[in-house]
């Protein structure tokens, strides 16, 4: 660990710019689900025991430099009190003196959440004079948004650049189960790779096969890995303009050592729909008037005895369309079967990705995961092998390495 983390700031009576990430689901006003919320607690709570004053700094949606209602923080803080145990005073905005007579009038316990930043024009922009007004009201900033870390923002980046910086405990955690899963792995390591297209996780596929010893392919981009080698996949989803990209990744694959382990068997059905009528079949077999909604028992047994090899695990993307019962089965096998293994200290398995989290625990997988991320997209930069300016720009701790 290399970034300074609350350990090494003094927080007594110190104002602390917190940047967090409560872009959390919310309906009719409602928040659906405060896993995001949770995750920030032990920073706000390191941060009042130790006499300082949180100042939560957050984005909500993509409001595009406009004022919305929707999109105001202001709903909120009744979920975010209950769940830190605090009182949270809100201010109507993220600088100026709104915002200041909120962050002078902070009382011992109470924590103050500013209006989202992306109000202002200048936060997606990463405008420096934003930045400035913000850090006007804090002493410290303390980055604990690690799912918005792949943002180059005013409130993620140019402000890190102007205040003392440290890492908060979520960030320092997410950080930690990253590094222990691609930077310096018990090996071997495998991956799973799942999801609809290869096309939007071309990078990923690529870094992975120079990382990782072992490499599942699922869901539907198999498909377009099956159709690159000759294979009829019906009509499955397919990308067959990108059947040479696929076909690139697997010989990659071949030189760095990498296993790629495509599906042997998959089951199919000629409609998506709850219960439709399906059957398993040898992947070399898929009726043209079918679509590969799952993979195979063959196959799960294949991705299972991969997992028994693993020492690591890197988890994103289901498996096959797993909303849609049966074609959940070899997911929740696999997420199950993975489950176990961390469970009894033979794995250590970090998963992320908002549909991949949402197999986990649709599979009552995701409490043994060893790490489940709060990120989808910067969970994905991070192991695509990208810099995250939100990490980039913290301070260095003072055992910080050439290596990163
Ligand atoms: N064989 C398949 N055919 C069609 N869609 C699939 C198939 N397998 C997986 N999917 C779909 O892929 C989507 C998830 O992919 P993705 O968004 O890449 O995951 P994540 O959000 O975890 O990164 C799900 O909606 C799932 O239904
Ligand atoms: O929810 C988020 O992204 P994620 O769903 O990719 O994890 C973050 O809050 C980032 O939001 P953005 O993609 O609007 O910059």
């Given at each position: 660990?290399?970034?300074?983390?609350?350990?090494?700031?003094?927080?007594?009576g110190?104002?602390?710019?917190?940047?967090?990430d409560i872009?959390?689901?919310?309906?009719?006003?409602?928040?659906?689900?405060?896993?995001?919320?949770?995750?920030i607690?032990?920073?706000?709570?390191?941060?009042?025991?130790?006499?300082?004053?949180?100042?939560?700094?957050?984005?909500?949606?993509?409001?595009?430099?406009?004022?919305?209602?929707?999109?105001s923080l202001?709903m909120?803080?009744?979920?975010?009190?209950?769940?830190?145990?605090a009182?949270?005073?809100?201010?109507d905005?993220?600088?100026?003196?709104?915002?200041?007579?909120?962050?002078?009038?902070?009382e011992?316990?109470?924590?103050?959440?500013?209006?989202?930043?992306?109000?202002?024009?200048?936060?997606?922009?990463?405008?420096?004079?934003?930045?400035?007004?913000?850090?006007?009201?804090?002493?410290?900033?303390?980055?604990?948004?690690?799912?918005?870390?792949?943002?180059?923002?005013?409130?993620t980046?140019?402000?890190?650049?102007?205040?003392?910086?440290?890492?908060?405990?979520?960030?320092?955690?997410?950080l930690?189960?990253?590094?222990?899963?691609?930077?310096?792995?018990?090996?071997?390591?495998?991956?799973?790779?799942?999801?609809a297209?290869?096309?939007?996780?071309?990078?990923?596929?690529?870094?992975?096969?120079?990382?990782?010893?072992?490499?599942?392919?699922?869901?539907?981009m198999?498909?377009?890995?099956?159709?690159?080698?000759?294979i009829?996949?019906?009509?499955?989803?397919?990308?067959h303009?990108?059947?040479?990209?696929?076909?690139?990744?697997?010989?990659?694959?071949?030189?760095?050592?990498?296993?790629?382990?495509?599906?042997?068997?998959?089951?199919?059905?000629?409609e998506?729909?709850?219960?439709?009528?399906?059957?398993?079949?040898?992947?070399?077999?898929?009726?043209?008037?079918?679509?590969?909604?799952?993979?195979?028992?063959?196959?799960?047994?294949?991705?299972?005895?991969?997992?028994?090899?693993?020492?690591?695990?890197?988890w994103?993307?289901?498996?096959?369309?797993?909303?849609?019962?049966?074609?959940?089965?070899?997911?929740?096998?696999?997420?199950?079967?993975?489950?176990?293994?961390s469970?009894?200290?033979?794995?250590?398995?970090?998963?992320?990705?908002?549909?991949?989290?949402?197999?986990?625990?649709?599979?009552?997988a995701?409490?043994?995961?060893?790490?489940?991320?709060?990120?989808?997209?910067a969970f994905?930069?991070?192991?695509?092998?990208k810099?995250?300016?939100?990490?980039?720009a913290?301070d260095?701790?003072?055992?910080?390495?050439?290596?990163?």
């Amino acid at each position: 660990m290399t970034w300074k983390t609350l350990d090494d700031m003094d927080l007594d009576g110190q104002r602390v710019l917190t940047r967090v990430d409560i872009n959390v689901p919310v309906e009719n006003g409602k928040v659906t689900d405060t896993t995001r919320m949770e995750r920030i607690a032990a920073t706000v709570q390191d941060i009042l025991a130790r006499g300082g004053k949180p100042v939560l700094l957050a984005h909500f949606g993509r409001p595009k430099g406009e004022r919305r209602d929707d999109m105001s923080l202001k709903m909120l803080v009744p979920a975010l009190q209950d769940v830190l145990g605090a009182d949270v005073v809100f201010a109507d905005d993220c600088i100026g003196p709104v915002a200041q007579a909120v962050v002078d009038t902070l009382e011992e316990n109470q924590v103050a959440l500013l209006e989202n930043t992306r109000f202002h024009a200048g936060e997606e922009k990463n405008d420096e004079a934003l930045a400035a007004q913000m850090a006007e009201l804090g002493d410290i900033y303390c980055n604990d948004a690690f799912s918005a870390a792949h943002r180059a923002h005013a409130s993620t980046e140019a402000l890190a650049r102007l205040l003392p910086s440290c890492a908060g405990r979520l960030m320092q955690g997410e950080l930690q189960a990253l590094e222990s899963a691609l930077g310096s792995p018990e090996r071997p390591v495998l991956a799973v790779v799942g999801g609809a297209k290869v096309s939007t996780k071309l990078d990923l596929l690529s870094n992975l096969v120079e990382k990782v010893d072992m490499l599942v392919i699922g869901g539907g981009m198999a498909n377009t890995f099956l159709a690159s080698q000759g294979i009829n996949v019906g009509k499955s989803l397919c990308e067959h303009d990108m059947t040479d990209t696929a076909k690139a990744i697997a010989e990659k694959a071949v030189t760095t050592g990498c296993a790629l382990l495509l599906p042997r068997d998959v089951v199919v059905a000629r409609e998506f729909k709850a219960g439709a009528e399906n059957e398993i079949v040898l992947t070399e077999n898929c009726p043209s008037d079918a679509m590969i909604l799952d993979a195979g028992p063959d196959s799960v047994a294949h991705i299972k005895q991969a997992i028994d090899d693993a020492k690591t695990l890197i988890w994103n993307g289901p498996l096959g369309a797993f909303e849609i019962e049966p074609f959940d089965a070899a997911t929740n096998a696999a997420a199950k079967h993975a489950a176990a293994r961390s469970e009894h200290g033979q794995l250590v398995s970090v998963a992320g990705g908002g549909d991949t989290v949402a197999a986990l625990n649709k599979a009552g997988a995701a409490e043994d995961f060893s790490y489940i991320s709060t990120a989808g997209g910067a969970f994905l930069e991070w192991m695509e092998g990208k810099v995250l300016p939100g990490v980039a720009a913290l301070d260095q701790g003072e055992k910080a390495t050439a290596e990163g």
